[in-house]
C-alpha cells in the first residue's frame, strides 16, 4: 500500500502544474471547421479517410498522428483516476469502481495499472 501513498501524493504534486499545449508558433490555430490535433494541439490537421462506420479520420501534419472526429470512448479525467486509487485502496474491485465512476472494469484497471508503474521502484 505504500506504492499507492507514493501515487496518490505524486498525483497531487502533478495535478498543481499546468502544462500549456499548442503548436510551435504559440497558440491553438484552428482549422475553418474546428479540428485541432489532440497531441500537440495543431490546426494544421488534413482529412485522411474514414471508419467503417462512416466517422471522418484525420492526420496531422505537425506530429504525424491520426484521430477520429468524434471517439467513441471517453478518456478518464485525472480527478476521477484519483479517486479511482483511493477507492482501490480501499478494498473496493475494479468492477465496482467502474460502475460508479461510469467506465469498463478494463478502463479502471489499465489506468491503475498505467499510473503505477511510473513510480519509481524501491520506495
Known sequence: MKWLVLVLHEMGEAG???RGRGN????RKKREDGVVCR??????????GKKPDGRQTYLCKECGRRMVEKPKYK???EED???ALKMRAEG??????GRVLG???AAIRMNILKK????????
Open 16 to 18: 498543481k502544474k499546468i
Open 24 to 27: 510551435k508558433k504559440g497558440g
Open 39 to 48: 497531441w500537440c494541439g495543431s490546426g494544421e490537421v488534413v482529412k485522411n
Open 75 to 77: 478518456r478518464m479525467r
Open 81 to 83: 483516476l484519483k479517486l
Open 92 to 97: 473496493m474491485s475494479y468492477s465496482a469502481i
Open 103 to 105: 467506465y469498463s472494469e
Open 116 to 123: 503505477t508503474l511510473k513510480t519509481p521502484s524501491g520506495t
